[in-house]
């Protein structure tokens, strides 16, 4: 009866991760449409997507502090809650502005669940489950632009919208009727695992800015693929729109499919001999990137070898935070990897496009080589540290 429950509540979280990926890639699908609905220019989707990782970022950072007084079932539920009700409402929007304003619970409902979720599966569960869930955020944020696309065949931008906002409730509305299941978390228990810890105690933790650095620059790597490849592909490759809108679709579908392989994997494998495979996949990747071949399918395979390289990186490093790093310091841990990883996407990335614009983007696979080799090498100085602990 037992390992049913548990195996329940996994499912639930999973939803949940699906939740947090399903808005991820909704805005950017829709624009076009939305911009001239609402009369407003392309490039405001930047300032949305500012405003979004702003809160996020200010979520993930201030959620120790309140893991420290609230059990994780809840703010997951409130959190999802949130984002559902914030696109339902964007739905009924009649001007820019007010899109900019439901921005804020849609950053804040995200950071809240990615370091609540992450913490809880990291202190309760396997390697495995830890790629799994992360696995599912793939799911989520592949479905959303498929469900746009099925809206936007008839010019309902904000059908999309109430669809994907409802499918969040009711996910939401499962997290609550879970709530018997999840694993109780004493007032002790949440003082242990999010006590307050100054920043300069946690700096001074060893392996703690190589961890912070890893978690920036993967995830630097990871949304090069997924926001610059279909441009350096069609500009530099010259394939066409529809093509290079496939690579962009190739690569987080790999991407998903390399989570749940290294799910699978992570029962024979160790977590750290599958985060440095994953890295050398990338920069083999980016060196083939140089090549120009007749073949358009061998530039799939390219992609699906990026998308394979990034899928493991990320949930084996958050897994192995509860084996390098002190209980009590690693809500404090993660809350911060994951504030830098927020930072890495919402500035660096969009930073690479304006390296690209000046310079030219036919420097992309050097680009992606480089950051990809950075992230090798401070992984195995990081591994190399906190083997010495």
Partial sequence: MKKHRTLILLIIIYLAFIALGLPD???????????????????????????????????????????????????????ILLTGSALILMSRVTE?????????????GAGAIDVSLNHYLASHYKASHMNYLHSFYGVGVTLGPLIMAYTLKDE????????????????????????????????????????HINLKEIFKTKGFILSVLIFMFYVHVETLGGVWIASY??????VSYAVAALFTTTFYGMFTLGRFLSGVLSNKIKPNTLIISGQVLMIIAAIVFFFKFDNVYIYFI????????????????????????????????????????????????PLAGLVFERISISIYPF????????????????MRKVSKV
């Avoid at 820019?96 to 804040?108: E, K, N």
């Avoid at 592909?233 to 010259?238: D, M, Q, T």
């Avoid at 480089?370 to 100085?381: G, K, M, N």
């Fill in 367 to 382: 680009y992606v080589f480089t950051i990809a080799v950075i992230v090798l090498i401070i992984t195995l100085s990081y």
């Fill in 96 to 108: 820019y502005y007010q899109m900019l304003f439901f921005a804020v619970p849609l950053g804040l």
């Fill in 156 to 195: 309902l931008w904000r059908k999309g919208f109430v669809i994907v906002g409802l499918i969040l409730l009711v996910i939401a509305f499962l997290v609550f009727f879970s709530f018997f299941l999840w694993q109780e978390e004493t007032t002790a228990e949440r003082e242990e695992s999010h006590t």
């Fill in 25 to 79: 890639a909704l805005l950017g699908s829709s624009w076009n449409l939305v911009r001239e609905d609402l009369n407003t220019s392309l490039s405001s989707l930047g300032l949305m997507t500012l405003v979004i990782y702003i809160f996020s970022v200010f979520s993930t950072f201030n959620a120790p502090k309140v893991l420290k007084v609230v059990q994780t079932k809840l703010i997951t539920f409130v959190s």
């Fill in 233 to 238: 592909f069609f500009i530099e490759k010259e």
């Fill in 302 to 349: 390219i992609i699906g070898l990026y998308g394979l390289g990034c899928a493991p990186v990320f949930p084996n490093m958050m897994f192995m935070n509860s084996k390098n790093f002190p209980k009590r310091k690693l809500s404090k841990i993660i809350s911060m990897q994951m504030t830098m990883s927020y930072i890495a996407f919402g500035v660096l990335t």
